[in-house]
């Protein structure tokens, strides 16, 4: 059974930078699309980058205007979501996902996703 794990949450300033990072364990993520979404207190979860298997189609929801990239390294078997120029706005739990069948146009809907970490906090807050 895949497990995944997100690190690298915490407490940053507006404007600050993180980088969030996904592993697994009990198998392989390198055959799977990779999506990251967060959810804010009172909201639903909503999808923020994907990437495909092997690392080079990526899709960002709109709002990220450009602060957030996502990445993966097949190597070491993780993937990544970096959020620069952090906004208050930005505070949720961010999760990572794993599913099969990468497609790129609807990668940001959490139904093609099987597999869910539990979430790592994100507070933008000075």
């Known amino acids: 059974q895949l497990r995944l794990v997100e690190s690298g949450g915490g407490l940053v300033q507006p404007g600050g930078s993180l980088r969030l990072s996904c592993s697994v364990s009990?198998?392989?993520?390198?055959?799977?699309?990779v999506g990251w979404f967060r959810q804010a207190p009172g909201k639903e979860r909503e999808g923020v980058a994907c990437?495909?298997?092997?690392?080079?189609?990526?899709k960002l929801a709109d709002f990220t205007w450009g602060r957030f990239m996502i990445s993966r390294d097949l190597a070491k078997d993780e993937a990544y979501l970096e959020i620069d120029n952090q906004e208050p706005e930005d505070t949720a739990v961010y999760y990572c996902?794993?599913?099969?069948?990468?497609?790129?146009?609807?990668?940001?809907?959490?139904?093609?996703?099987?597999?869910w970490g539990q979430g790592t906090q994100v507070t933008v807050s000075s």
């Open positions: 996902a794993l599913g099969p069948g990468f497609l790129l146009r609807a990668c940001l809907d959490l139904n093609r996703y099987d597999y």
């Open positions: 990437i495909g298997p092997e690392g080079f189609n990526t």
């Open positions: 009990g198998g392989t993520m390198n055959y799977f699309g």
